[in-house]
């Protein structure tokens, strides 16, 4: 489906389009967090995780010459694009991603991470780790739930962490790391825990007294001490 429209209409014909993505979407329950991206490749299976896939949303943006915006669900071939709306796989216990080999990145944002870390005692590693699997290191990915930028924060929280536009990336890296540091702290620095606090809510770790029983949040938490090991391997 593509739509173009100058730039009067480009409101409306976001608002109608993520519509029309949404109905075709399957229903979210109560329990489950926003689904996140991540780079396919080979296939990786959890112990006792529920398989079921859950659909990919991407909306993407691009500027004809006449200046007109073009928004699709199809990836354009010979115009520079934008993504402006996903859903993707690192909660996703169906996804084909293998964590044990996917390509790292270890150069993007080097700055911003290792002046988080700094400031709020964390491992970068696990700074990058937690990125990669959010956001797959891209500074405009938005949730089909709102969460927003590298650290996918939700509107709610960067006000709390006291920033007014998550899509920057030095300001998404503090404010995310921040939120870490803090979630590390609230559990007595037990680290599977703080991920799943940041995947499904500190409400959900304290209810279930551990790791919640959803697959998605289970994944999360698996795969990002893959990542995190990994950068640490990495330098």
């Known amino acids: 489906m593509d739509v173009a429209l100058s730039s009067a209409g480009t409101a409306i014909a976001v608002f109608v389009l993520s519509c029309s993505l949404m109905l075709t979407a399957e229903p979210q329950t109560t329990e489950k967090k926003q689904l996140k991206l991540s780079p396919d490749s080979n296939n990786t299976t959890l112990p006792q995780a529920q398989t079921k896939a859950y659909p990919t949303i991407a909306v993407y943006k691009s500027v004809k010459s006449d200046g007109t915006a073009l ?95 998550a899509s920057v990336p030095e300001h998404n890296i503090a404010a995310g790391s921040r939120y870490l540091a803090q979630l590390l702290k609230q559990h007595n620095g037990e680290l599977p825990l703080a991920l799943a606090a940041y995947n499904a809510g500190s409400s959900n770790v304290r209810r279930y007294n551990g790791i919640p029983p959803f697959a998605e949040t289970q994944a999360y938490v698996e795969r990002v001490a893959i990542l995190h090991k990994r950068y640490q391997r990495a330098g």
């Not at 694009?81 to 790292?104: E, M």
């Not at 509107?155 to 920033?163: C, K, M």
């Open 71 to 165: 928004f699709s669900d199809r990836q354009p071939l010979n115009l520079p694009y934008q993504v402006v709306r996903f859903d993707c796989f690192a909660c996703d216990p169906g996804s084909k991603v293998n964590w044990h080999t996917v390509p790292l990145y270890t150069r993007p944002f080097d700055q911003f991470i290792a002046r988080a870390a700094a400031e709020h005692q964390l491992d970068p590693a696990l700074i990058r780790a937690v990125i990669h699997a959010e956001s797959s290191f891209r500074p405009s990915a938005i949730s089909s739930k709102g969460a927003v930028g590298l650290m996918q924060l939700m509107p709610g929280t960067a006000r709390q962490l006291g920033i007014s536009d």
